[in-house]
C-alpha cells in the first residue's frame, strides 16, 4: 500500500489550483487509489489535492505586508471558472517560454540558496495566524465573527466550481512557500514546468533544494542522546544489570568493593537454562494464542487501520500460577531460579539480542506506512528504538506480546501508550521486556534472600496501604484515559472537562488528568516506594528501583511533554496552565 505523508485533521497549506498561492487547509481523507487529499479551506471550500501541492506549515514564510492576493476562486465580481488563473498566468492561447539566459538565473538563485542553507544560516519562518485559525483549531472558542463565510449555494465537485461561488479571503491568509520565493512572479508563466523539472532534480541527488528543504524541516529529534547515547546505552545496560546483581549477592555491599568479582563467561552460560528460558516464553505464547478473553481495537493507525489485540493475560495468570503451584506441589525445586539468577539473565539477555536483530532485519523489508515514528534512517538508532511500529508474524504481535508476558504479566491498559503507539520495537523495548523488567523489578525479594529484614505489623500495614494507594491512582488514571481514548462521547465521561486541538481530538482538564499531567507516573512511583521499603535503611542498593524509576518516568514525561506540545500546539500550552504540575502535586 503506497504511504502517505499527511493524516486525517492535520492542520497544513494547500496550493489553490492554477496558482502558487498556499491556503490553510484541514486534512479531511486520503484516497489511496488515486493518491488524492480531501482538504478543506478555512472558507469551507472541499477540494482534491495532489500530495505535491500541499506543504507542511513550516515549508512557509509570511508574504511582506505590502502585498496583495485575490481570495482563491478570485476576486468578487468576477466569473469563476473550474481553473483560476495565478496574477502572473498569461491569457489563454499566450505561453511564452523562459529564456535559457533566464533559466540560468533561476538556476543560479538556487545554487546560492543551497550554499546558505548548507552553511546553515538559515532564518528561522515566522507564521502570521489565518483569520480565527489559532482559535479555531486550538480548543479556544470563536470570539471574533468570521468573515470569510462562502456563498450557501457553493458546490465544490473534483476541484471544480459553480460559476457563482465567492469566496472572499482576507489578504493576510496568502502565504508564500519558501521553495518559490527563488522565483520572480514572472515566472510563474511556467511554474508546472519548473516544479517538473525540481521533481526531477529530487530523483538525481540528495544535495537538491527541494530535498534539502524536506530535511531540514521534518528532521527528527533523536531522543536518548542520538546516535552515541543510544550505543553506549545498548552497551551499558546489560554490564550494569549485572554488576547490581552480582553487589547484591555480597554479604555487605559496598561501594569500597566496587566491582564485585567478575564471573568468567563459560559461568553464565548453560545450555539448559537457556533450554528453560526458552520454555517459558513458548509457554507463555501458547497461552496468548488460546482464544479466550475478549479482543479489542487499537488506536487508528496513519492509513486509518485499527489492529486487534486478544486480552488474555488474567488467564494466562491464572493458569500460570496453577502451573507453578502445581510444580511445588511436585517437589520440583523453585529454588534453582534463585541459585542461577544471573545465568537466568544471561539467557534473557541473549535471547533478546537475538530478537531485536531479528526484528531490525524484518523491519527492513517493511513498507514505509507501517515504520515507527521514531524511527529515524539511521541503523544504530533504529536498531535501538525500533523500526517498525507494529511487527506481527501473521496475527501475532511480537510487541504487544513481549511488553505483557514473558516479564509482566496483568498490565492491560497498553493500548493507548507511547510504546504501542509512538515506539517501535527494537532493543530498547525488547531488552526492557524480557531482561530489564524481570530481574530488576524483582530486585527487592533478590536482596531479602541474602539480606533479611523483619517487619513490624504497624509498619507492614503502611506499607500495604502505601502500595494500594498508588495502585489505585495508577490504575483509575490509566482506565480513565484508555476509557475516553477509545469512546470520548461515552456517557460516563459527560463530567470531564476538555480542550479541543487541532487533531481533532479533546485533551482531558478535569478527573485525575487535571490533578497533574501524568497521575499514572504518580501511582507508579508510589508503588516503586512502597516495594523498596520492605529491605528497610540499611543500604541503598534495593532503592536502586525507585530510584531508576525516578529518573525513568521523568525523562519519559519529557519525551511525553515534547511530542504533546509539538502535536497539539496552543491547545498543549493551555492545558500545562490548567494543570501546571507534571507529576507530583506542588513539587513537579
Request: aromatic residues 14%.
Amino acid at each position: 500500500m503506497p504511504s502517505r505523508k499527511f493524516a486525517d485533521g492535520e492542520v497544513v497549506r494547500g496550493r489553490w489550483p492554477g496558482s502558487s498561492l498556499y491556503y490553510e487547509v484541514e486534512v479531511l481523507s486520503h484516497d489511496s487509489n488515486s493518491q488524492l487529499y480531501s482538504v478543506k479551506y478555512k472558507d469551507g471550500t472541499e477540494l482534491e489535492l495532489k500530495e505535491s501541492d500541499i506543504k507542511p506549515l513550516t515549508s512557509f514564510r509570511q508574504r511582506k505586508s505590502g502585498s496583495t492576493s485575490s481570495s482563491p476562486s478570485r476576486r468578487r465580481g468576477s466569473r469563476s471558472r473550474s481553473r483560476s488563473r495565478s496574477p502572473g498566468r498569461p491569457p489563454k492561447g499566450s505561453r511564452p517560454s523562459v529564456s535559457a539566459s533566464h533559466q540560468a538565473d533561476i538556476k543560479e538563485a538556487k545554487k546560492e540558496a543551497r550554499k546558505e542553507m548548507l552553511e546553515i544560516k538559515l532564518t528561522p519562518l515566522v507564521l502570521k495566524p489565518f483569520g480565527n485559525s489559532i482559535n479555531r483549531y486550538n480548543g479556544e472558542p470563536e470570539h471574533i465573527e468570521r468573515n470569510d463565510v462562502p456563498h450557501k449555494n457553493a458546490q465544490v465537485q473534483r476541484g471544480s466550481f459553480s460559476s457563482q461561488e465567492k469566496f472572499p479571503l482576507s489578504q493576510e491568509s496568502c502565504y508564500i512557500p519558501t521553495q518559490y520565493s527563488l522565483h520572480p512572479r514572472r515566472e510563474e508563466v511556467k511554474l508546472k514546468e519548473i516544479d517538473s523539472k525540481e521533481e526531477k532534480i529530487v530523483t538525481k541527488g540528495s544535495t537538491s533544494l527541494r530535498t534539502f528543504e524536506v530535511t531540514a524541516t521534518q528532521q527528527k529529534d533523536l531522543e536518548f542522546g542520538g546516535v552515541p547515547g543510544v550505543f553506549l546505552i545498548t552497551l551499558g545496560l546489560p554490564a550494569f544489570l549485572f554488576l547490581l546483581l552480582l553487589m547484591c549477592k555480597q554479604e555487605e555491599p559496598s561501594l569500597l568493593n566496587f566491582p564485585p568479582p567478575l564471573p568468567a563467561l563459560y559461568d553464565l552460560w548453560e545450555t539448559r537454562i537457556f533450554g528453560a528460558y526458552l520454555l517459558w516464553f513458548f509457554l507463555q505464547a501458547l497461552l496468548y494464542l488460546l482464544p479466550i478473553g475478549k479482543v479489542v481495537e487499537g488506536t487508528p493507525l496513519t492509513d486509518g487501520r485499527r489492529l486487534k489485540y486478544r486480552l488474555n493475560g488474567f488467564y494466562a495468570f491464572i493458569l500460570t500460577s496453577a502451573l507453578v503451584g502445581a510444580s511445588f506441589f511436585w517437589d520440583v525445586e523453585l529454588y534453582y531460579v534463585y541459585s542461577h539468577f544471573l545465568q537466568c539473565a544471561f539467557a534473557a539477555t541473549v535471547f533478546s539480542v537475538v530478537l531485536s536483530v531479528y526484528l531490525y532485519a524484518r523491519a527492513l523489508k517493511a513498507p514505509r506506512d507501517e515504520l515507527s515514528p521514531a524511527s529515524s534512517g539511521n541503523a544504530v538508532y533504529d536498531f535501538f528504538i525500533g523500526r517498525e511500529l507494529n511487527p506481527r508474524i501473521g496475527t501475532f504481535d511480537l510487541k504487544y506480546f513481549c511488553e505483557l508476558r514473558p516479564g509482566l504479566i496483568g498490565w492491560e491498559a497498553l493500548l493507548t501508550t507511547m510504546d504501542i503507539i509512538h515506539d517501535g520495537f527494537g532493543f530498547m523495548l525488547a531488552f526492557g521486556d524480557l531482561v530489564w523488567v524481570p530481574f530488576i523489578y524483582s530486585f527487592q525479594a533478590f536482596y531479602l534472600v541474602s539480606h533479611p529484614n523483619e517487619l513490624s505489623w504497624p509498619m507492614a500495614s503502611l506499607i500495604i496501604a502505601l502500595k494500594l494507594c498508588g495502585f489505585v491512582i495508577f490504575r483509575c488514571a490509566n482506565s480513565q484515559k484508555n476509557a475516553f481514548r477509545k469512546n470520548p462521547t461515552d456517557p460516563k465521561l459527560a463530567h470531564l472537562k476538555t480542550i479541543h486541538t487541532a487533531t481533532g481530538k479533546n485533551l482531558l482538564v478535569s478527573g485525575w488528568w487535571g490533578f497533574v499531567r501524568h497521575p499514572n507516573y504518580l501511582g507508579d512511583l508510589i508503588m516503586a516506594l512502597a516495594w523498596s521499603l520492605p529491605c528497610g535503611f540499611n543500604h541503598i542498593l534495593p532503592y536502586f528501583y525507585v530510584i531508576y524509576f525516578t529518573i525513568l518516568l521523568v525523562h519519559r514525561e519529557a519525551r511525553d511533554e515534547h511530542h504533546c506540545r509539538k502535536k497539539y500546539g496552543l491547545a498543549w500550552e493551555k492545558y500545562c496552565q490548567r494543570v501546571p504540575y507534571r507529576i507530583f502535586p506542588y513539587i513537579y
